[in-house]
């Protein structure tokens, strides 16, 4: 939501301050329409469980597509004392569809009889690692980013806060927005 004085924006890559700051794009950008394919294809080649969607959340729009990615050995697994579920820990890669970035974060991923549930993106979670697992996993994935044309950012460029005044539509941050918030937001 945005405070009175803020201007709300919907497209970072209009705003000169915002592309300032970010690397330039990949000469061949990816399409919005084949970031999913291109997951998909990064979890079968790491043989990797996989979710990746576009408009993840059942209501409101999102400005990334998102992909949980995790394996089902010791490296991921949490020890869980409901013997009717599995917690993971696992990848959670982002990529914007309104500019070629992807940053990559450490989340958490449940299952039980009843479905799944994975823990929100935030800023704070990206280059988190608290797994030699998912840390190694996150450098492989990030590596293949460049020739899918793509750009991985780390959590020290996403961190820079915005310009007072601006503001991006996001139900992920109630606090101070970041680069992060411009790229990668979720509003209803």
Known sequence: MTAAGETSVTDPMRVPWIVAHLPPPPAHAIAPDAIEPALARIASRYCLLSEAHDDIYDFGTTSFVQATLWRDDDGF???????????????????????PY???????????????????????????????????????????????????????????????????????????????????????
Not at 118 to 144: H, N, S
């Open 77 to 99: 697994r949490v020890p869980s004392r409901d013997t009717g579920s599995k917690t993971h820990r696992c990848l959670m890669v982002m990529v914007s569809k309104l500019a």
């Open 102 to 188: 992807a940053v990559i974060a450490e989340s958490q991923r449940w299952r039980n009889p009843s479905g799944h549930a994975v823990m929100l993106p935030g800023f704070d979670k990206v280059d988190a690692f608290t797994r030699p697992a998912t840390r190694e996993l996150a450098e492989m994935i990030g590596a293949e980013f460049e020739t899918l044309g793509m750009i991985r950012l780390s959590g020290t460029q996403v961190a820079i806060p915005l310009l007072d005044g601006l503001a991006f539509p996001t139900n992920l941050n109630n606090g101070p927005q970041r680069l992060f918030d411009a790229l990668f937001h979720w509003f209803d």
